[in-house]
Structures are given as structure tokens and as C-alpha cells.
């Protein structure tokens, strides 16, 4: 149990520090401002503060981080990112799907956010696509890391990031 507690907060820590360096909180108040989807009513997307220990629960239903505009209402559906478990142990399981045909880079940065590795880096078909990463296997230790995915369709920009966090049991 103080294990999990003790990955809470740095995890907690370490998204509180990523989004206050990237000028993203409401009010530096421990609040971040995403763009969220009613269920049901996916057509009107929502501008909401919500506390930064939601955040994860909010991207994992298809919110996205900062307000709501128009451009970015066409793009939410583009790409849709989901990594698990997290925090993880061995191998993380990363799964994005596509709309469309599109140009994709997914990379991993550090806690001092230098690129580690690009895992995808190319264009893909629409469609459902599903790979493993771990940073211990390339020859780092457990820990932060943040996981970054870019689409690029045509005229359409999706850019979708996560906190990941490495293990060891």
C-alpha cells in the first residue's frame, strides 16, 4: 500500500511539473482546464477545470488537455491514445487508433524531457494498431516518462500526451 502511495505522488508530482512548465493549469492551483465530451452528447464538447488527479480518468474517456475551439473539435477523433496498465511493470501496452490515414509519430521523453526513443514514426492506414514499449528494455531505469503521439491528416493536427510510469516489483 505505500508503494502505491509513494507512485501517487510522484506521479502527481511529476504531471503537476509538466503542465506547469507548459503553461497549461487554470491557475497554478494544483487545476487544469480540458476540453470534455458529455457522454451522449459528443457534439458539444465542454471547456471544464477539473484537479490534475482527474486528469487521468478525463483523457481515458477522450477529453484533451486545454479549451475547447473549433479547430481542435474536428480534430479530437483523429487519433485516440491509451497506454496499460500505468504505472506498469515489464511491458506497457500502447494502443492508437486512427480515423484516417495519417502521418504518426509516437516518442518517450524523460523526466528531463529528452526523446529516449521514437516508437512510431511513418504513416499509417486508418485503423486500430497496438505495440509494447519498455524503457528498462532499452537500458533505462523504472520511472517517469512521458508519451507523446502525433497525427497529421491532410489539413487535420492531433498532438495527444500521457504520464507513464515504469516499476520495478
Excluded: W
Amino acid at each position: 500500500m505505500k508503494i502505491l502511495t509513494l507512485i501517487s505522488a510522484v506521479i502527481t508530482v511529476a504531471v503537476v511539473a509538466f503542465f506547469h512548465n507548459n503553461c497549461v493549469f487554470a491557475q497554478g492551483n494544483g487545476k487544469i482546464e480540458v476540453c470534455h465530451y458529455t457522454p451522449g452528447n459528443p457534439d458539444n464538447p465542454q471547456t471544464i477545470t477539473i484537479s490534475v488527479n482527474a486528469l487521468d480518468a478525463h483523457l481515458a474517456h477522450g477529453d484533451y488537455i486545454g479549451a475547447c475551439n473549433e479547430n481542435e473539435i474536428k480534430t479530437v477523433e483523429l487519433l485516440k491514445l491509451n497506454a496499460s496498465p500505468n504505472p506498469y511493470s515489464g511491458q506497457l501496452n500502447i494502443v492508437y487508433d486512427l480515423l484516417k490515414e495519417s502521418l504518426v509519430r509516437i516518442e518517450v521523453y524523460n523526466q528531463f524531457g529528452i526523446k529516449i526513443h521514437t516508437i512510431v514514426n511513418g504513416t499509417n492506414q486508418a485503423g486500430k494498431f497496438s505495440l509494447n514499449f519498455s524503457a528498462k528494455s532499452l537500458g533505462y531505469s523504472s520511472g517517469i516518462y512521458l508519451l507523446r503521439a502525433v497525427a497529421l491528416s491532410d489539413a487535420e493536427y492531433i498532438e495527444l500526451s500521457m504520464i507513464i510510469v515504469e516499476i520495478e516489483y
